[in-house]
């Protein structure tokens, strides 16, 4: 296929994204400060062998979803345009519900007759299992619903809900949890009325009824939504292999205590550095998605947003690094999970590196070779699992994350070396040019932190934070200030 450059659309569109992220923004930073608020409110309330348990179901939770409603969402994303394009929306919905259900029954009908298998290999109890189950069916619904906002560029609707799913699911997990007395299963019935409200609320809010149709499913257009979403399956599966199959190991070797710990060091990382870090990618890629199928030059673009990815990333994760302990401290009201600082550098460049490799690997989505992603992420998945085997036994957490960095380090790896024609990333020089320059200064001003001054370690790190960007806006302003026509 052949692209051609556009400056004006391509100004125009970063213009929009722009415009999409300030809406996005209100969703992302609220849902950060949700996640931040999570983990000392349910280490408060938990126990390290319950918080473990709960940490276990989520996981399980994900596994399920990865596989049996979760790419269906995504396809649904990818393929709007152009369906929205030929007019034939209805018939297009219909296929996709129709698909969510069916795989959602194949699952309840595989739990059933390999439920003892699940017990076994997942080592959890019964009756979480079931709750997570039930708890599927909304966080699927969920799922397709947030795709469609996501594809109809409805960026103040998908805030709105956000932010409505997040405090609803803490309120009432603290209410479950503080009257019932149910230990982790009540988070995990909180989340089920959350987001089943959630849900109610996306119905209208994404206009899904005034489009979707009962009406017969035209199979050849159920081909390509499966050619693509499967790969996505399988890449998510990997992903879930890097980052989460962890638990389970540490579960068997050294029990749900240390699967606590590990499900701390976790909450203080992925969940609340990637909700911030999708601002960026929630609202470039639906637009993105739609200059491709227009044949517009997109990767200007994407190295236009890998660039501001890095600039906001690459300074919080190495601040957070460095001061690994002071953040445990700050974000976990339990004295008994503070050991989870071991993990937070590790977990945290494991997630820079994660999310750096939704830029390099947006290439295989929209060519729809999303095998690719797949074969290189599962590389990485077993990688890190064959890590994690040899190395916790003998390193304990530090074997954890070790094993999860050198996984999602060998992902965005293999994402840069395997690069599809035409789809080459145009590495954002002058940015990252700046960044590199503006962190020597922050590096100094640490070395007088540790040797020659003690303040308190909250103003240290946004000292280090406000010299870094103080120099980096001036650089971009002066000496090194983008080209008009860059």
Same mark, same amino acid.
């Given at each position: 296929?052949?692209?051609?450059?556009?400056?004006?659309?391509?100004?125009?569109?970063?213009? !929009?994204?722009?415009?999409?992220?300030?809406?996005?923004?209100?969703?992302?930073?609220?849902?950060?400060?949700?996640?931040?608020?999570?983990?000392?409110?349910?280490?408060?309330?938990?126990?390290?062998?319950?918080?473990?348990?709960?940490?276990?179901?989520?996981?399980?939770?994900?596994?399920?979803?990865?596989?049996?409603?979760?790419?269906?969402?995504?396809?649904?994303?990818?393929?709007?345009?152009?369906?929205?394009?030929?007019?034939?929306?209805?018939?297009?919905?219909?296929?996709?519900?129709?698909?969510?259900?069916?795989?959602?029954?194949? &699952?309840?009908?595989?739990?059933?007759?390999?439920?003892?298998?699940?017990?076994?290999?997942?080592?959890?109890?019964?009756?979480?299992?079931?709750?997570?189950?039930?708890?599927?069916?909304?966080?699927?619904?969920?799922?397709?619903?947030?795709?469609?906002?996501?594809?109809?560029?409805?960026?103040?609707?998908?805030?709105?809900?956000?932010?409505?799913?997040?405090? &609803?699911?803490?309120?009432?997990?603290?209410?479950?949890?503080?009257?019932?007395?149910?230990?982790?299963?009540?988070?995990?019935?909180?989340?089920?009325?959350? *987001?089943?409200?959630?849900?109610?609320?996306?119905?209208?809010?994404?206009?899904?009824?005034?489009?979707?149709?009962?009406?017969?499913?035209?199979?050849?257009?159920?081909?390509?939504?499966?050619?693509?979403?499967?790969?996505?399956?399988?890449?998510?599966?990997?992903?879930?292999?890097?980052?989460?199959?962890?638990?389970?190991?540490?579960?068997?070797?050294?029990?749900?205590?240390?699967?606590?710990?590990?499900?701390? !060091?976790?909450?203080?990382?992925?969940?609340?550095?990637?909700?911030?870090?999708?601002?960026?990618?929630?609202?470039?890629?639906?637009?993105?998605?739609?200059?491709?199928?227009?044949?517009?030059?997109?990767?200007?673009?994407?190295?236009?947003?890998?660039?501001?990815?890095?600039?906001?990333?690459?300074?919080?994760?190495?601040? *957070?690094?460095?001061?690994?302990?002071?953040?445990?401290?700050?974000?976990?009201?339990?004295?008994?999970?503070?050991?989870?600082?071991?993990?937070?550098?590790?977990?945290?460049?494991?997630?820079?590196?994660?999310?750096?490799?939704?830029?390099?690997?947006?290439?295989?989505?929209?060519?729809?070779?999303?095998?690719?992603?797949?074969?290189?992420?599962?590389?990485?998945?077993?990688?890190?699992?064959?890590?994690?085997?040899?190395?916790?036994?003998?390193?304990?957490?530090?074997?954890?994350?070790?094993?999860?960095?050198?996984?999602?380090?060998?992902?965005?790896?293999?994402?840069?070396? *395997?690069?599809?024609?035409?789809?080459?990333?145009?590495?954002?020089?002058?940015?990252?040019?700046?960044?590199?320059?503006?962190?020597?200064?922050?590096?100094?001003?640490?070395?007088?932190?540790?040797?020659?001054?003690?303040?308190?370690?909250?103003?240290? &790190?946004?000292?280090?934070?406000?010299?870094?960007?103080?120099?980096?806006?001036?650089? !971009?302003?002066?000496?090194?200030?983008?080209?008009?026509?860059?």
């Amino acid at each position: 296929m052949e692209f051609i450059e556009n400056r004006e659309v391509e100004k125009e569109q970063l213009k !929009a994204i722009f415009r999409d992220m300030v809406k996005y923004s209100p969703s992302k930073i609220i849902g950060m400060i949700g996640n931040a608020i999570i983990v000392p409110v349910y280490t408060s309330l938990l126990s390290p062998e319950q918080y473990g348990l709960y940490s276990l179901s989520i996981a399980v939770l994900s596994f399920l979803c990865i596989i049996f409603s979760d790419w269906v969402g995504l396809s649904g994303l990818r393929f709007f345009k152009h369906h929205q394009m030929t007019q034939d929306m209805p018939k297009y919905l219909t296929t996709l519900v129709t698909m969510l259900v069916s795989n959602l029954c194949l &699952m309840f009908i595989l739990a059933f007759i390999f439920r003892q298998n699940f017990y076994d290999f997942f080592h959890i109890p019964v009756k979480y299992f079931f709750a997570i189950l039930l708890l599927i069916i909304p966080v699927a619904i969920r799922a397709l619903l947030f795709q469609l906002l996501r594809a109809q560029l409805k960026s103040i609707a998908f805030t709105v809900s956000t932010i409505a799913n997040q405090f &609803m699911t803490i309120l009432l997990s603290i209410f479950f949890v503080k009257v019932c007395h149910l230990g982790a299963i009540a988070l995990l019935l909180g989340m089920a009325v959350s *987001i089943t409200l959630t849900d109610i609320l996306l119905i209208f809010q994404s206009n899904i009824l005034s489009w979707f149709r009962l009406q017969k499913i035209e199979w050849h257009s159920v081909m390509p939504i499966m050619m693509y979403g499967v790969p996505i399956a399988a890449t998510s599966l990997s992903a879930w292999i890097i980052n989460q199959s962890n638990k389970f190991i540490m579960n068997s070797i050294h029990g749900f205590s240390q699967v606590g710990i590990v499900g701390v !060091a976790y909450g203080l990382t992925l969940p609340l550095l990637m909700t911030i870090f999708s601002i960026i990618t929630v609202a470039a890629i639906p637009r993105i998605i739609n200059m491709y199928e227009e044949k517009i030059d997109v990767r200007p673009l994407i190295s236009r947003f890998t660039g501001y990815f890095v600039l906001i990333a690459l300074p919080a994760i190495s601040v *957070i690094s460095l001061y690994s302990t002071d953040y445990v401290q700050m974000l976990s009201s339990n004295d008994k999970f503070l050991e989870a600082f071991k993990l937070i550098p590790y977990f945290a460049f494991g997630t820079f590196f994660m999310a750096m490799a939704d830029y390099t690997t947006l290439q295989y989505h929209l060519a729809n070779k999303t095998y690719i992603d797949f074969i290189i992420k599962l590389t990485s998945g077993i990688v890190g699992v064959v890590l994690n085997i040899l190395l916790i036994p003998q390193y304990g957490l530090a074997g954890v994350g070790i094993a999860t960095l050198s996984a999602n380090f060998l992902y965005f790896l293999l994402s840069i070396i *395997i690069v599809l024609p035409g789809l080459r990333l145009i590495y954002p020089a002058l940015t990252l040019n700046r960044i590199f320059l503006s962190l020597i200064p922050c590096g100094v001003l640490y070395f007088v932190y540790t040797k020659f001054v003690e303040l308190p370690a909250l103003f240290e &790190m946004l000292s280090l934070l406000a010299v870094f960007y103080g120099i980096y806006f001036t650089l !971009a302003k002066t000496v090194m200030k983008r080209p008009e026509n860059g």
